[in-house]
């Protein structure tokens, strides 16, 4: 059984920053590329940067330029470093397994996310 634990949130002030990360226990397919979401208070729950198995990354136009999305050489650690925080960076962050393209698929069978990690950036 899959399990993605987040950690790593808290609160911080704008301009400031935040390192998290993810622990991934389980077998993960190596189609299945990793990500992190957000979800603000009544919004919708955003993709906003995905990594590969080999290392292959894309950011959403929301923090392209200030996040980094990371993992470690066994995919059993997720990292996102987030630095230039704004205030419209409060959310929960979730971990999860993801597909991004035909080559890059992650089967339903194996889609997992984890809790998430509340990060509330304030002015």
């Known amino acids: 059984q899959v399990q993605l634990a987040e950690s790593g949130g808290g609160s911080v002030q704008a301009g400031g920053s935040l390192k998290l990360s993810c622990a991934i226990s389980g077998y993960i397919f190596s189609t299945c590329a990793l990500g992190w979401y957000r979800q603000a208070p009544e919004k919708n729950l955003d993709l906003i940067s995905t990594?590969?198995?080999?290392?292959?990354?894309n950011y959403g136009a929301s923090v392209k330029g200030r996040f980094t999305i990371s993992q470690d050489n066994l995919r059993d650690t997720l990292y996102l470093e987030m630095n230039n925080l704004k205030t419209e960076d409060t959310a929960m962050y979730y971990c999860a397994t993801v597909s991004v393209d035909g080559y890059n698929y992650c089967p339903p069978e194996q889609h997992f996310r984890g809790r998430g990690t509340q990060v509330t950036v304030s002015s």
């Open positions: 990594i590969t198995a080999d290392g292959a990354t």
